[in-house]
């Protein structure tokens, strides 16, 4: 009689269940997108960049005035 009496807790969300599985292939799709060795390629390029644009702005922080001298064009 005292095995009727106990109950298994039941999981929260099921295998077969269909948020569960949107949720993984969810998930899957982010993984395999930020593991792509193009992604990552394309990625530390674009850092690269920035971090070099930076540089150059804060080591010369007057070039917008150089450039500004250079781009004056003729009223019409």
């Known amino acids: 009689m005292k095995h ?4 298994e807790l039941e999981p929260t969300a099921k295998p077969e269940d269909r948020r569960f599985k949107t949720l993984q292939m969810t998930w899957d799709r982010i993984v395999a997108a930020t593991t792509n060795p193009n992604l990552i390629a394309v990625t530390l390029f674009c850092a690269i960049g920035l971090l070099i644009s930076l540089n150059l702005i804060l080591r010369f922080p007057d070039a917008g005035l150089f450039v ?3 781009n004056v064009f003729p009223s019409p």
């Open 68 to 70: 500004e001298q250079y």
């Open 4 to 7: 009727l009496l106990t109950r």
